[in-house]
Structure formats: C-alpha cells, structure tokens
C-alpha cells in the first residue's frame, strides 16, 4: 500500500471489481466521488476500466488479490486502513457458474469451485470487512447472490446449492449485526447482460437481461445513507421480463 491519504470522500472496496459486474458499480462509486479500491484477476480488465473511469481513474486502487485466501484479505483490507483510515462500504462481486450437467455427473472439482467463488470469497471478504467496520461504527456490506439462490434449476445444483448457502450466510450476519451500525443486503441478479453472457448464450434475447449499470445502481443506494433502513435483504433485481 501507498503513503496514507487523508480524504473527505468515502472509502469502498469493490471485491472483482473490473470483471462484468464489478467494473459497472467501480464506476458508479466512482462517479459518486468515491475512492474506490477493486480487486482483479485480469490486467486487461483493469486497463479498460482505468479507461472508462478517466479522470475519475485517480480515485482507484487496483489490487491482484485471490479473495478466497484469508490472510491476503486480511493484509489488504489492513492496508486500505492503513492508508484511508476506514472502510464505509464492501461489495462483493465475485462469482462463478458452472451448469448443464447432473449433480451426479459432475466432477467433484467444479463443487469445490462453486462453494469458493461464490461461498467462501463472501465468508473471507466479510470477516475482514466486519471486523474493521465495527471498530468504527458503521459501514455497509453488500453480497452479489443470485435469482437461482431462489429458483433452483436442473442442471445447476452446485452453483444453486453455493449461492442459496450465501443468501442464508448473509441473512444470518444481518442478525449478528443488529444494533452494531453495520449492515449487509444481498443482491439476485438473473442473466446479467454482459459480453460474457452474451458470447455464451448467443442466441438469448439480450433485451430482457438487466444491465450492469442498473443493478450498480441498486448496489449503490444500499451502501448510501438513502438506504440506511435496509439491513438483511435478498434485493431481486431481475428486470421485469
């Protein structure tokens, strides 16, 4: 981490914060006139964010973390403290999916992938963020689930059976949290349109996905003072199609 900045604006930790999702509520924070600190897997990724962002670029921190890994969380959340003195907000953003094949076809590999991308990266980004956000009093976490956490297809058990077991993780800390200033929502997104969905299902009509920038914008309002009163939500954001 750099030298410490001392800033009025507020401090937000976007966790895959170049990838489809991600790179639309880095923006969007940005655009608030936040400073944002993402972690990525991609340096192209990140340099066509930088870009997007442009002057707003000299408000981003971009970090190559693996967010599964406790301890290289810990260190970076520690550093964004050491630098800016708090965290107000943490999205988490990461996420995988792995579908089309019999829960009893599938290679035991691609279950353990779906509980860490969509799971445990949830567990490890929350401690940290929790822990620090209660020193100081307050903050807001929000966890990208899925509509399939709810609606359970064939085909798709492990990557159903990992965002359901998020959603209920989520809903459980909002009742550890209760009184403490500190709030955490969950988001259910459906198909988002992306450039990844899109080359994967060519076919779809793309219209009736919602876009990043929308569900940004949902992601943003709950991290805001605006959406203060909500705390332990699963918000659908499944476009009205």
């Given at each position: 981490m750099e030298s410490k900045i001392i800033s009025t604006a507020r401090v937000v930790l976007v966790a895959g914060g170049t990838g489809g999702l991600g790179r639309a509520v880095s923006l969007a924070f940005l655009q608030e006139g936040a400073h944002v600190v993402v972690t990525y897997r991609k340096q192209e990724e990140l340099d066509a964010m930088k870009k997007l962002a442009g002057v707003n670029s000299s408000q981003l921190d971009a970090y190559k973390v693996d967010v599964t890994d406790e301890t290289a969380v810990g260190k970076l959340v520690e550093g964004i403290i050491a630098r800016h003195g708090r965290l107000d907000a943490m999205v988490?953003?990461?996420?995988?999916?792995?579908?089309?094949?019999?829960?009893?076809?599938?290679?035991?590999?691609?279950?353990?992938?779906?509980?860490?991308?969509?799971?445990?990266?949830?567990?490890?980004?929350?401690?940290?963020?929790?822990?620090?956000?209660?020193?100081?009093?307050?903050?807001?976490?929000?966890?990208?689930?899925?509509?399939?956490?709810?609606?359970?297809?064939?085909?798709?058990?492990?990557?159903?059976?990992?965002?359901?077991?998020?959603?209920?993780?989520?809903?459980?800390?909002?009742?550890?949290?209760?009184?403490?200033?500190v709030r955490v929502n969950s988001v259910l997104p459906n198909i988002i349109d992306t450039e990844a969905n899109r080359k994967a299902m060519p076919k779809a009509d793309f219209a009736k996905w919602p876009k990043p920038q929308d569900i940004a914008r949902v992601i943003v309002f709950l991290c805001s003072d605006s959406g203060k009163v909500i705390h332990g939500a699963a918000v659908p954001v499944f476009g009205n199609s």
């Open positions: 988490n953003t990461v996420g995988g999916y792995a579908g089309g094949v019999k829960l009893w076809e599938m290679d035991t590999k691609v279950f353990d992938q779906m509980l860490a991308l969509n799971l445990r990266a949830g567990y490890v980004l929350s401690c940290a963020a929790v822990r620090v956000m209660l020193k100081q009093g307050g903050g807001a976490i929000v966890n990208i689930a899925s509509k399939a956490a709810i609606d359970h297809a064939a085909g798709a058990a492990a990557y159903a059976a990992s965002k359901a077991a998020a959603v209920a993780m989520i809903d459980s800390l909002a009742e550890d949290l209760k009184g403490t200033g």
